[in-house]
């Protein structure tokens, strides 16, 4: 099994994946890869196609900034081993296999098939220490619904809210939207960096707002409108 440099700790940064967040995860694996401590860590760059499929990536953080990672001729087939003794990223080389040890994995991901839960859960099973949220977190955070039932659950004061399974559901979100007043947001229910959100102002564009958002998700969620700012906060600890 091959150890990129044994003075430092190999840490799979995972980027891009099958979602419509994609570019977005590009962004963001780049200025990991720019900032990383290359004193302390050795980046495994493995990158996921829109596809879906795995690739040990050995080329430039530019290529994946600009999205031309994947036509480089610096990609090879890979898989995250399963096994839990053996931490390992397999690499397939035409009819030869290459082992990389790896001491964490980093999933730089957006959106569904990344952020939800399910890489987490890969790399869980797989018993090597992942650097972010767990599965049920990302599960729980990536479905604005639940995030909202939990929250309320816990004595959270969260806004008014309503889930729409199909377009046909447009008569209840009309006498939604009437009832908490305009504005209105229209989300999809699992999915993030604003894609598909709308503040509605008025009944005019709620249809379009919906339709919009049933482009991301199979369920659309109605928010009521909170006047104030956004704080972000984040953890650091372990488990």
């Given at each position: 099994m091959c150890k990129l440099d044994k003075k430092?700790?190999?840490?799979?940064?995972?980027?891009?994946?099958?979602?419509?967040?994609?570019?977005?995860?590009?962004?963001?694996?780049?200025?990991v890869l720019k900032n990383l401590d290359t004193k302390r860590y050795s980046a495994v760059m493995v990158g996921i196609s829109k596809k879906g499929d795995w690739f040990y990536y050995t080329g430039t953080t530019y290529a994946i900034q600009n999205d031309t990672w994947l036509e480089s001729g610096m990609c090879t087939p890979a898989v995250i081993?399963?096994?839990?003794?053996?931490?390992?990223?397999?690499?397939?080389?035409?009819?030869?296999?290459?082992?990389?040890?790896?001491?964490?994995?980093l999933p730089v991901l957006h959106g569904k098939n990344?952020?939800?839960?399910?890489?987490?859960?890969?790399?869980?099973?797989?018993?090597?220490?992942?650097?972010?949220?767990?599965?049920?977190?990302s599960a729980l955070c990536m479905d604005k619904d639940r995030a909202h039932r939990l929250a309320g659950a816990a004595g959270?004061?969260?806004?008014?809210?309503?889930?729409?399974?199909?377009?046909?559901?447009?008569?209840?979100?009309?006498?939604?939207?009437?009832?908490?007043?305009?504005?209105?947001?229209?989300?999809?229910?699992?999915a993030g960096s604003s894609y598909?959100?709308?503040?509605?102002?008025?009944?005019?564009?709620?249809?379009?707002?919906?339709?919009?958002?049933?482009?991301?998700?199979?369920?659309?969620?109605l928010e009521e409108n909170i006047n104030g700012f956004e704080v972000g906060c984040a953890v650091l600890g372990t488990n």
């Open positions: 430092t700790k190999n840490i799979a940064v995972i980027f891009g994946g099958c979602s419509p967040e994609y570019s977005v995860s590009l962004e963001s694996a780049s200025a081993s399963p096994n839990r003794s053996r931490h390992e990223l397999i690499v397939l080389e035409n009819e030869d296999v290459r082992r990389i040890e790896l001491d964490a994995v990344g952020e939800d839960g399910t890489v987490q859960g890969i790399v869980q099973a797989a018993g090597i220490p992942l650097a972010g949220c767990g599965v049920l977190s959270v004061h969260v806004p008014k809210s309503l889930v729409l399974n199909s377009v046909s559901d447009l008569k209840i979100a009309y006498e939604f939207a009437e009832t908490v007043g305009y504005p209105v947001f229209v989300k999809p229910v699992k598909g959100i709308t503040k509605v102002q008025t009944e005019s564009t709620l249809e379009d707002a919906i339709c919009g958002a049933f482009e991301y998700d199979n369920e659309v969620i």
